[in-house]
């Protein structure tokens, strides 16, 4: 029977593919009138750069039909067609079409979503081509197959949804009344309209955004190069995007293009309430800029609430209030989770919180290296795992969902008092169950269990990983780097330390907090392991190495070209802000080098070796007689007796910029002047105005932005001033950097007097004690 079943198979299948005309064939990027997309049917962009199709934000169970990028790992939809009209059968729904437009039928046939043209006029040939910039377009004729060009009829482009994308328009077109604008999604499940709008201004040259109608922040005018209100954008400009305003008596829009057809760059209204210039770096989306600050929004913190921006979460309650209890989390640590219902790439556990805190219909979340995922309604299937257990993770569950149990009515005191009883008695014993269990696996690493964040290796496992650590990336003052691979193929990057003098306990809890620490500009550690004396992390391995190798010892064909010098620059800035101002604690990096600055495969910069000073004893509240910090970068104050803060950092940045400005070790001899040290030729040059682009590396040949090195070049004085309250913070330098603010001469730093003696090594740093902070 088997024998005679296979046969008519076969030919059933052969039947359906010769005669269903219908089925869109895959990858194609064109629609005809003779075909429909249907389930998981796509139609992609010639170049592959975008997709279309059906999708499900989230756990929701409705479809919509969207466009979505292609080649990147996490998927990112820029327009969706049915917003208001969601469907709940994406196999029996069709996107087809009809009468000469594009037009969406749900599981009945009804027609949820269309292009709207007149039927009027014969356009029986139309098709929809997805072009490789994203747009989606109904066109008339067969374009590159007829004769006459293809003429288009309806734009996505046109009709946006909360995404801007370059070469669209945003504006308003004076004859036909109608006006291109981004409206916010709902949350991050619901892309239906949300509260904000991004939208021209009609009476004056600018752009708005609103709240319910209401005008909140304003893009200011047109210069004729920015607009005033958004002074990114001249910074912007210089890294590569192009901007145009045009304003006549037909129509009035704003459109910016990328000169660099491989950069992916996206703006987008976000259900925040703030319009932010997204970059891709590889591994997510990197916030470029962004406009107003999020206390500019209208009611973000809600009732009685009070924002603070520079602290995060933003939102706090006025004295004598306390946040409403839907706002109120329990922890519940070693649990099996159920599958998330959505995922957010944020920087901390505070922001999945406020994520899940300002969704009304968040009910649960959980926070670590995975991303933030949180779930809506009830949550089913949780499973008690152990917190020794690999797949244990700690959910935060609103108590709000279950107010009967923990807040409960007069007539379930009884209940309640029993149940609080039992739970106790239970937790009791779980609790010793664990203490054991724990007691019995602290001695050794473990078989890579899950400490918070991290993975406990085994000695031996990475022993073997690094074929006995022969593969060596560099080193350090703490410790020596291997390259190694994990038995799932994954490239790690293993740091054995030196002269850590913690104990286990603390060496955990200190190496837990560094790695709950995320951010794109930060080097992700991954595990450690501790065993005896032997005590090892395990970081993310970054394929083109660290900055000095790019900086001093590059052939031609690797030369960093100023614009990623630059970007290179702000990076390490804004991962520098992160350390000293996001996080729980403040951490102080005590080392910046170019060794210690990691490029990814984008060229992106990761700063390293972050939060390591604390294990090796370093106490910052006095002079240290045995520093690890490198020569030539090190702050005047380390040999002071003053206190160290995070300004012994903003020097060591400002003594890096110097080198990414030249090209080469601060303490070789300048090509100008053997006897000076560079960062002293390059602040005299700076402060009396001399030839600023003399001062760059010479195989650059003078090809760089002269305003941009000038930046640079005061950024750097301002950052090695000897009085540390002159230095600037570094948020402040990322401003300086953005473009946000303007940065003034700086004096030259008495510190740069410096004179070279026979070897260079030689440094005498004079100082002055009459120098006072401005």
Not at 188 to 215: A, C, K, M
Not at 273 to 284: D, P, T, V, Y
Request: a neutral charge.
């Amino acid at each position: 029977m088997i024998m005679r079943t296979y046969p008519n198979v076969i030919l059933a299948l052969i039947i359906l593919c010769l005669s269903n005309n219908k089925i869109l064939s895959h990858a194609a990027d064109t629609l005809s009138p003779n075909q429909t997309l249907s389930g998981d049917q796509t139609i992609v962009s010639s170049g592959g750069n975008f997709e279309l199709g059906f999708f499900s934000p989230g756990k929701s169970s409705k479809y919509y039909i969207g466009i979505w990028y292609g080649k990147i790992t996490e998927k990112t939809v820029i327009w969706v067609a049915n917003r208001e009209a969601p469907i709940s059968d994406k196999n029996s729904a069709q996107l087809k079409i009809s009468e000469g437009n594009l037009m969406l039928v749900n599981e009945s046939q009804i027609e949820v979503w269309s292009t709207g043209l007149s039927t009027t006029d014969s356009r029986s040939s139309a098709s929809a081509v997805l072009l490789d910039d994203g747009n989606l377009v109904l066109r008339q004729g067969l374009g590159s197959n007829s004769s006459s060009p293809a003429q288009y009829l309806w734009e996505s482009f046109d009709n946006p949804s909360h995404t801007w994308m370059p070469g669209g328009r945003i504006g308003y077109n004076k004859i036909t009344k109608k006006k291109q604008s981004l409206t916010s999604w709902k949350n991050s499940d619901d892309p239906s309209p949300g509260l904000f709008t991004h939208e021209p201004d009609l009476n004056q040259s600018q752009y708005v955004l609103r709240r319910n109608n209401s005008e909140y922040w304003a893009s200011g005018a047109w210069d004729g190069f920015i607009f005033s209100g958004i002074p990114e954008m001249r910074t912007a400009r210089k890294s590569g995007y192009d901007y145009t305003f045009v304003n006549n008596e037909n129509e009035s829009y704003y459109m910016y293009k990328i000169r660099d057809p491989s950069l992916l760059s996206r703006q987008i209204l976000d259900v925040s309430g703030q319009l932010k210039q997204l970059m891709w770096m590889g591994a997510g989306w990197n916030v470029y800029w962004y406009q107003p600050k999020q206390c500019e929004v209208p009611a973000y913190c809600g009732e009685f609430g009070v924002c603070n921006e520079p602290s995060f979460p933003f939102c706090s309650c006025l004295e004598g209030f306390k946040h409403r209890r839907k706002d109120e989390f329990m922890m519940s640590p070693g649990m099996g989770l159920p599958q998330y219902s959505r995922l957010l790439r944020v920087e901390s556990r505070g922001e999945c919180k406020s994520a899940c805190s300002i969704d009304c219909s968040c009910t649960a979340y959980a926070y670590d290296e995975g991303g933030c995922s949180l779930w809506d309604g009830g949550i089913l299937n949780l499973k008690w795992v152990g917190e020794g257990n690999s797949s244990g993770r700690t959910i935060y569950i609103r108590l709000s969902a279950y107010s009967s149990v923990f807040r409960g009515q007069k007539s379930d005191k009884g209940v309640i008092i029993g149940a609080a009883v039992g739970c106790s008695m239970v937790v009791l014993v779980m609790l010793a169950v664990l203490a054991a269990m724990w007691e019995r696996r602290r001695r050794s690493c473990g078989t890579n269990k899950v400490e918070g964040s991290l993975v406990a290796f085994k000695y031996k496992d990475l022993q073997n990983a690094t074929k006995n650590f022969s593969d060596k990336l560099g080193g350090g003052g703490f410790g020596s780097v291997y390259r190694g691979t994990l038995p799932n193929s994954t490239v790690v990057a293993v740091k054995k330390l030196e002269s850590v003098n913690q104990g286990e306990k603390q060496f955990r809890a200190e190496v837990g907090t560094i790695g709950t620490i995320q951010h794109v500009n930060l080097v992700r550690l991954l595990g450690l392991c501790r065993e005896g004396k032997k005590q090892l992390l395990v970081y993310e391995y970054l394929q083109n190495g660290s900055l000095d190798l790019h900086l001093f010892k590059a052939d031609e064909s690797k030369v960093l070209d100023w614009s990623m010098r630059y970007q290179i620059a702000l990076g390490i800035a804004r991962g520098l802000v992160y350390l000293h101002e996001k996080c729980r604690d403040c951490i102080i990096h005590c080392d910046i080098k170019p060794e210690n600055i990691l490029l990814d495969t984008d060229f992106c910069p990761k700063v390293g070796d972050f939060g390591l000073a604390k294990l090796i004893g370093r106490d910052f509240s006095r002079v240290l007689t045995t520093m690890r910090g490198t020569r030539g970068y090190l702050a005047p104050e380390w040999l002071s007796g003053v206190a160290i803060t995070t300004k012994a950092d903003v020097y060591s940045y400002g003594m890096l910029l110097f080198e990414l400005v030249s090209g080469r070790r601060n303490t070789e001899l300048s090509a100008y002047d053997t006897a000076n040290f560079f960062p002293s030729l390059a602040a005299s040059v700076t402060v009396n105005r001399g030839d600023i682009l003399g001062l760059l590396d010479n195989s650059l040949n003078g090809d760089a932005d002269e305003e941009e090195v000038s930046t640079i070049c005061k950024v750097a004085c301002w950052c090695v001033q000897d009085d540390e309250h002159m230095r600037p913070p570094m948020s402040r330098v990322v401003q300086i950097l953005e473009g946000v603010v303007a940065v003034s001469l700086p004096p030259i730093p008495q510190g740069l007097k410096v004179l070279l003696a026979a070897r260079p090594e030689h440094i005498v740093f004079f100082t002055d004690s009459t120098t006072t902070a401005n």
